[in-house]
């Protein structure tokens, strides 16, 4: 009788373990739900010249014009969508209009903005290559900086910086006024809110700031003011590498399209990932190499008004561009 009684809770007992186990693998094991994006050119050779690349971290997009930040050569180089070389402004330096290895872009209407990661500061610029001032200093109070990564600008003006040494992300005003911070100055951590050397900031069109929290492995989720909102990189978001889909292996640079999608640039996976602006895996696209469509350590991505996804490919010292799938937008 007592056994008999007992089936009745091993079997409601195995369909909640069977139940838990098949949520556990479409979270945490989740399959491509679009198409992957196809390659469509690539431009950069090693080199100092124009149109060539030591080190590129970089790249954003104003209209149809392309600025990567070309690191290990001190400038930026401008080139239109076929990757034609523009122009380029900065040379190795601390004086305004200088640069010393700018890391990550920010963009807001004709201004450029550049994490100096050298110098410890946020300088800007116009367009043009005109320096139009810059703020930040070496240290780990309020404003100052320990190696800044990436800079963000909302639609406000409010700027927000990766400073990547400090273990936070700070926001300011757009005279570069320190405002708040996220994360706790010097202290590593990989609970929510927490941050292990964040490299990339971004923000998405409702204003909701993403942190791509580079050595935790995962991407965090802010709203303006400083909530946390969500984090996403294998189980739990809690500092676990691995080459799945939706897994991280080092998360270098985080973009959000026009239309809300959201690119995370895999460093040590050697590809591109993409998700829903709520953290779903949509789709990822590279693999490590040297051939058209390979990826060698990329360090961020910008997507234009189209969908095409431009990726610096760090590794090769090059440019690549990769259009959606049909289905997603137009090449």
Do not use: C
């Not at 969508?81 to 290895?101: A, D, I, M, T, V």
């Not at 100096?116 to 800007?124: G, T």
């Amino acid at each position: 009788m007592k056994g008999t009684n007992r089936k009745p809770w091993a079997i409601a007992g195995g369909i909640v373990l069977l139940t838990l186990a098949a949520v556990g693998i479409s979270r945490w094991f989740p399959q491509p739900q679009e198409p992957s994006y196809r390659f469509v050119l690539a431009w950069g050779t090693s080199g100092a010249g124009a149109g060539q690349f030591k080190h590129p971290i970089g790249i954003a997009i104003a209209g149809e014009e392309i600025f990567v930040s070309d690191s290990g050569n001190h400038r930026i180089q401008v080139f239109d969508p076929q990757g034609r070389f523009l122009r380029s402004f900065g040379s190795q330096g601390e004086g305004l209009g200088e640069l010393n290895q700018p890391m990550s872009l920010g963009l807001q209407g004709k201004t450029l903005y550049v994490a100096e990661y050298l110098s410890d500061r946020i300088q800007k610029f116009s367009l043009a290559g005109k320096s139009l001032g810059a703020f930040g200093s070496s240290g780990s109070g309020p404003g100052q900086f320990d190696l800044p990564g990436d800079v963000a600008v909302a639609v406000d003006g409010k700027i927000y910086v990766a400073d990547f040494g400090n273990q936070r992300v700070q926001a300011f005003d757009p005279a570069g006024q320190f405002l708040y911070q996220y994360g706790e100055t010097g202290r590593l951590g990989i609970w929510a809110g927490r941050f292990n050397y964040p490299t990339g900031v971004a923000l998405l069109p409702d204003g909701n700031l993403l942190v791509a929290d580079a050595y935790n492995d995962r991407i965090q989720m802010f709203e303006p003011e400083g909530k946390f909102v969500k984090k996403w990189g294998g189980p739990w978001a809690i500092n676990l590498p691995g080459s799945f889909y939706g897994w991280f292996r080092t998360a270098t640079a985080v973009s959000a399209a026009p239309t809300g999608e959201i690119f995370v640039a895999d460093f040590y996976n050697h590809r591109i990932q993409k998700f829903t602006a709520k953290g779903q895996f949509l789709t990822a696209f590279g693999e490590r190499g040297q051939a058209s469509g390979q990826l060698e350590r990329p360090t961020d991505m910008a997507v234009d008004q189209g969908g095409n996804v431009y990726v610096v490919d760090f590794g090769n010292d090059r440019i690549q561009k990769f259009a959606p799938p049909p289905s997603t937008g137009n090449p």
